[in-house]
């Protein structure tokens, strides 16, 4: 981790952070050595260290709350869709525009190759740097970004291609600006649009699934999330400032909303729980991305084995059966 991003991290995992900024230190210092001595002093000290991390991790992300699921999700050096896109695709070419207004850098869609199947790819760019994040305003879409995806997704329709979604956002932009281009009516025609389209949709939420922000290119077949992600009808601060006045009060937010991955899966919103390294995604990139490409691999091609018909079917009968709710006599 770069020195920034070690400023970004979650509280509980600065602990953390520090051991492993010593232990980085030292091993510097063990290349230096001029003496066996001194190297045979430099490694036990590093071998102690690793075992405090060990420990450290194993009392961190052995007991992690659903808040703090929720900083792990937004976590500075998590793997991004660009990421996914980079890694797990090739030959991706991306489609720009919304054939309206202008194109939206916070959603990324376009052709691309997995594992030798075409389809259409897309998700909600957040950004690595400060300047790309101000550029693609943190995930948050205009209604132009959801007109362009859903655009790119009938073209996926004509060809008969898959579509692979990735989720990653706090929200849609709820800007004046967004408002005034129909920011509401766009989300609402890309729920409506997505729900129909008659091929196989899977949608992998990788971070944050906030709110519409996430509905808008989150509609399908099958719904996977990753293990330290959350999906939300609205972020915890936003729910605490709206229940208690009070946005610091998000921790106890997150746990009312049921916003974990656990969750989602017993209230039959998501399918499958994708799971991460020890310690989150950002721990182990390249393992996550071969877990990310056995799921998404497993799905695609049990949705591709079914008949259209068969496919609009099951799709309608798992929106009808999302969720879980009490009847009460008036």
């Not at 510097?28 to 045979?40: G, H, I, N, T």
């Not at 808040?67 to 990421?83: E, G, I, K």
């Not at 746990?255 to 499958?272: K, S, Y």
Request: net charge negative.
């Amino acid at each position: 981790m770069s020195g920034v991003d070690r400023l970004n991290v979650p509280e509980f995992e600065r602990p953390i952070v520090e051991l492993e900024m010593k232990i980085e230190g030292r091993r510097m210092d063990l290349a230096d050595a001029s003496s066996d001595e001194d190297r045979k002093s430099i490694q036990s000290e590093i071998d102690e260290l690793e075992k405090d991390v060990k420990k450290h991790l194993d009392s961190v992300f052995g007991n992690l709350d659903p808040w703090d699921r929720v900083q792990l999700s937004r976590h500075p050096n998590r793997p991004l869709a660009t990421d996914y896109i980079a890694t797990l695709f090739d030959d991706f070419q991306e489609l720009q525009g919304d054939g309206n207004f202008k194109d939206d850098p916070a959603i990324v869609t376009g052709f691309a190759t997995f594992e030798g199947i075409k389809c259409m790819v897309m998700g909600h760019r957040k950004g690595r740097t400060l300047q790309e994040r101000l550029r693609c305003n943190f995930g948050c879409a205009h209604p132009e970004g959801y007109r362009k995806a859903l655009r790119k997704m009938k073209i996926a329709q004509k060809f008969k291609l898959p579509i692979i979604s990735f989720i990653n956002t706090p929200g849609a932009y709820p800007g004046i600006e967004a408002e005034e281009r129909g920011q509401s009516q766009a989300i609402a025609e890309a729920i409506r649009e997505m729900s129909g389209l008659r091929v196989p949709i899977i949608t992998l939420t990788i971070g944050e699934g906030g709110s519409g922000g996430a509905l808008g290119i989150g509609v399908g077949d099958r719904y996977l999330i990753m293990e330290n992600a959350y999906y939300s009808v609205i972020s915890p601060e936003g729910c605490a400032a709206i229940l208690w006045h009070d946005a610091k009060k998000a921790a106890d937010a997150a746990r009312v909303l049921r916003l974990t991955p656990n969750d989602l899966l017993e209230l039959g919103i998501m399918d499958e729980i994708v799971p991460e390294p020890y310690g989150g995604a950002h721990r182990d990139p390249r393992r996550t991305y071969d877990t990310v490409r056995t799921h998404l691999l497993k799905h695609l091609k049990e949705l591709m084995a079914l008949e259209t018909d068969e496919l609009m079917e099951k799709r309608y009968q798992k929106l009808r059966g999302m969720g879980k709710y009490i009847e009460v006599a008036a």
